[in-house]
């Protein structure tokens, strides 16, 4: 899968230690802490730390996403295999400024599309819990449907599922 990729409005870039404050901005926004979890990043040291275990780990694709014209890092998109899942794991978090743009379906359809012309991956699941509505409805947006609910370290998850 390419490095970088782009779309009319947006560019998105393989995570760098450059991207520290950005990270850390995003991870401590109120979504993310209430939906994905609180990372306990809050130092630049911290951010450059989770930003090296991310870049170290060979089954995690991370993408910043920035907007073309402003050159804004304004998300990230990721692609994991996690252990407790059969296939790849598709992911993404917004500054909440920049919601309602469709940004994250943009950024999110131009790593499916790249997928599909790698056909690395035909099965493609995404997670979210219950409660993250927006999620879900981006997730039913792309193609995506619900497939099962599973516990992951005492959490549940629902899962859903994209064939492409």
Request: proline residues 1%.
């Amino acid at each position: 899968m390419e490095l970088n990729l782009e779309s009319n409005r947006l560019i998105l870039q393989r995570v760098t230690l450059k991207d520290y404050s950005f990270i850390k901005a995003l991870v401590n926004t109120k979504g993310w802490i209430q939906f994905i979890g609180d990372r306990q990043i809050h130092s630049d040291k911290e951010a450059k730390n989770y930003i090296e275990k991310i870049i170290n780990i060979q089954n995690i694709k991370y993408w910043v996403v920035t907007l073309k014209d402003q050159n804004t890092a304004i998300g990230i998109i990721t692609f994991i295999k996690r252990d407790s899942l059969d296939f790849h794991d598709l992911g993404f978090a917004f500054l909440p400024e920049f919601g309602k743009n469709g940004y994250a379906y943009e950024a999110t359809n131009i790593v499916l599309e790249q997928l599909k012309l790698d056909k690395t991956q035909q099965t493609i699941l995404a997670t979210t819990i219950p409660e993250n509505n927006k999620s879900i409805q981006l997730l039913e947006k792309l193609g995506f449907n619900f497939r099962d609910k599973i516990e992951n370290n005492g959490e549940i998850l629902s899962v859903y599922l994209k064939q492409i």
